[in-house]
């Protein structure tokens, strides 16, 4: 993804003033960092939260597509209402997605008033992906548990009851992502899908997030970037 980033936000002609990895903390105190306008941030569950702190630190906004450290959640939302920071999270930056995302809370609504129709989800990522349910597949399932009220959960397919949304995690190969959610009847089956091709469609979402943020203050998602 990083190298993603960096391209795409190249060919929009950005400047990269510093890339920071774990090799070389040290440079969140550079020159170089402290001049950028946003810093996004796609690292590991246990690296995000300190890094963030650390942009909060310097003033710099944050765009982040990590995912695993949503339980720290509410504890940046309050940094970024009580010391004005700027903070876009997104479990997954597509536009593709976050159209998907809109289309599964329109038709959970629908759904609901449809009791004989049972509803579960797979999702099927890369062997190197460390969440499981991936933060995308999480962000389907609470906007589906919203909607839907006989759902009162999501668990591991292997564990769920009448009242949990089964979700099917797997990891194989180098497969990008793929999402898709079932409503079954004993009489058909409705699915909708989203199956990425590449990786340039989240580049591109966390570039124009980076974009979005300048002069703006406070906990940001998608939602507020595309207007839904």
């Not at 002609?13 to 001049?35: A, K, R």
């Not at 006989?150 to 009242?163: F, L, P, T, V, Y």
Request: hydrophobic share 40%; aromatic share 10%; charged share 25%.
């Amino acid at each position: 993804m990083g190298r993603e980033i960096e391209q795409t936000a190249l060919e929009r002609m950005h400047e990269i003033v510093s890339i920071i990895d774990v090799s070389n903390p040290e440079d969140f105190d550079s020159p170089q960092f402290l001049s950028a306008e946003a810093a996004i941030e796609f690292s590991l569950p246990q690296s995000a939260f300190g890094n963030y702190q650390k942009c909060f630190e310097r003033n710099i906004p944050v765009v982040t597509g990590t995912t695993g450290w949503l339980n720290r959640l509410n504890e940046v939302k309050k940094i970024c209402e009580t010391g004005h920071k700027t903070f876009f999270y997104a479990s997954n930056f597509s536009i593709g997605v976050n159209i998907f995302f809109a289309v599964n809370r329109y038709l959970a609504k629908l759904m609901n008033n449809f009791p004989n129709y049972d509803v579960r989800m797979e999702e099927i990522h890369h062997i190197h992906k460390l969440d499981a349910p991936s933060g995308t597949g999480i962000t389907l399932a609470e906007d589906i548990l919203e909607n839907i009220n006989r759902k009162k959960q999501w668990k591991e397919a292997a564990g769920s009851g009448a009242g949990d949304l089964a979700i099917h995690s797997e990891r194989k190969g180098e497969v990008v992502g793929i999402h898709e959610i079932f409503y079954e009847s004993e009489a058909d089956v409705i699915s909708i899908r989203h199956d990425a091709k590449n990786r340039k469609g989240f580049a591109l979402g966390a570039v124009l997030a980076a974009e979005f943020v300048k002069g703006k203050k406070g906990f940001l998602t998608m939602n507020d970037m595309l207007n839904f």
